[in-house]
Every structure is written in structure tokens, then in C-alpha cells.
């Protein structure tokens, strides 16, 4: 099975720079994906790891060690529609499993 | 292509009622999933179809719900005897192929379902 751990709230400012981590367990790996998610609406895609590192995509980017069963994103320069939950999901054999989500609240 | 379309985006029912939503995947996606998700939760996955054939369900999948994807295109999700607990969006997505190729599920906008 699969069990993925992420903070249920974060706040920080707009500018600023914030990272949400999460941890996960899983019986089969086939990468991991970040997903925003803004109030009412479907999650969009991230960004995606396989291999352990960053990937950077403008002002995301996105970590996994996978001997950790870890990973974060970063987001900088905050801006107010940043405001969304922040999903983590991994692949496993044929699905994606999410985590309960991350909402992050930017404020002025 | 528009994307991945689902119909009704809002449903109300009572309770005992049946209902059944659509989805509409991209054309050229073999591969369609359908999600619950409720509020302050991530999505929970449901049941997937590669082409018409439904390859995975969830334990969470109970004998009152049913999915079909009878050509391969669209899919069709019924929940019949509708209960509160099954008040949630309901989220459909699709993709090319593995996930684990990077680009992910593209989801539809989804189906939120109140039951009374």
C-alpha cells in the first residue's frame, strides 16, 4: 500500500520563499508528481521526479530523495494566487496515489 | 481538444436516488481514471480503464457504484442508492500512457455531488 504525509496548512507571505515537504511509503515507485489544486476547481500539473535531485521550473522546483521516501516543493516569489493546496502524489504500479494536500495561504 | 469534460459539473439528489455522471477524456488518451474527493482530502482513487477494459477498482468501490467505458471514449460512472457518505467531487482524469512517462493525469473539472 501507499502512505504519503504532508502538512495540512502552511502560510507565508507574498515574495517570500516556502518549501512543503512531503514523506511517503510505498510498495512500488514510479516517480512522484506535485499537483495545485485552487478551491472549487481540478488539480493541474506540477511538476514530476523520478530520479533523486531537483528539477527547477521557473519559480518551482521540486526535490526527491527516494532512499528517504522524501520530497519538497519549492515555491518563490509568492504571489497571491499561489493560495491553492498542493498536492503530492506517487506512482505506483498503475495508479497515482495523492496525499490529503497541502493549503497554502499567501498573504499581503 | 478541450480537455477532459465532465457532465453534470453539480449534482443534487436525494438520498436513494441513482445518479450517474459522464466523462469525457482526450481523444487520443487510452487510459481513464475516476477519483472522490472530499473536502480537505486529497483525491482517493476509485477505478481505472485502459481503452474499455476496467483493469483496477478500489476497495472503496462498493457494489452500489459502477463504471463503464463501452467504447474506449467516454466513461460513465452510476452510483445507485445514493447515501450522504457518497456526497463528494467526483473526479475524472486521463492520460497517454504509464503516468511514470512524467506527464501525469490531466484531470476534468469534476462532478460535485450533494446528497439530501
Known amino acids: 500500500g501507499q502512505n504519503i504525509d504532508q502538512p495540512t496548512e502552511m502560510t507565508a507571505t507574498e515574495g517570500a520563499i516556502v518549501q512543503i515537504n512531503c514523506t511517503y511509503q510505498?510498495?512500488?515507485?514510479?516517480?512522484l508528481f506535485w499537483y495545485q489544486q485552487h478551491a472549487g476547481e481540478a488539480p493541474t500539473f506540477l511538476s514530476y521526479?523520478?530520479?533523486?535531485g531537483l528539477e527547477e521550473k521557473g519559480r518551482f522546483s521540486s526535490f526527491l530523495s527516494r532512499s528517504k521516501g522524501y520530497s519538497y516543493l519549492l515555491l518563490k516569489e509568492l504571489q497571491m494566487k499561489d493560495s491553492a493546496s498542493y498536492l503530492c502524489?506517487?506512482?505506483?504500479?498503475?495508479?497515482?496515489?495523492f496525499g490529503k494536500g497541502t493549503m497554502l495561504l499567501v498573504s499581503p | 481538444d478541450t480537455g477532459v469534460s465532465q457532465d453534470p459539473r453539480h449534482k443534487i439528489t436525494k438520498r436513494g436516488q441513482n445518479v450517474t455522471f459522464r466523462c469525457d477524456p482526450i481523444?487520443?488518451?487510452?487510459?481513464l481514471y475516476w477519483y472522490r474527493q472530499t473536502l480537505g482530502q486529497g483525491p482517493e482513487f476509485l477505478t481505472y480503464?485502459?481503452?474499455?477494459?476496467?483493469?483496477?477498482k478500489s476497495r472503496l468501490l462498493s457494489d452500489r457504484f459502477s463504471a463503464e467505458r463501452p467504447k474506449g471514449s467516454f466513461s460513465t460512472l452510476e452510483i445507485q442508492r445514493t447515501e450522504q457518505g457518497d456526497s463528494a467531487m467526483y473526479l475524472c482524469?486521463?492520460?497517454?500512457?504509464?503516468?511514470?512517462?512524467?506527464?501525469?493525469?490531466?484531470f476534468g473539472s469534476g462532478t460535485r455531488l450533494t446528497v439530501v
Open positions: 481523444s487520443e488518451h487510452n487510459r
Open positions: 482524469a486521463s492520460s497517454l500512457a504509464r503516468d511514470h512517462q512524467g506527464y501525469g493525469y490531466t
Open positions: 480503464f485502459q481503452n474499455e477494459a476496467q483493469l483496477e
Open positions: 510505498t510498495s512500488g515507485f514510479n516517480g
Open positions: 521526479n523520478v530520479l533523486d
Open positions: 502524489a506517487v506512482s505506483g504500479y498503475s495508479t497515482l496515489t
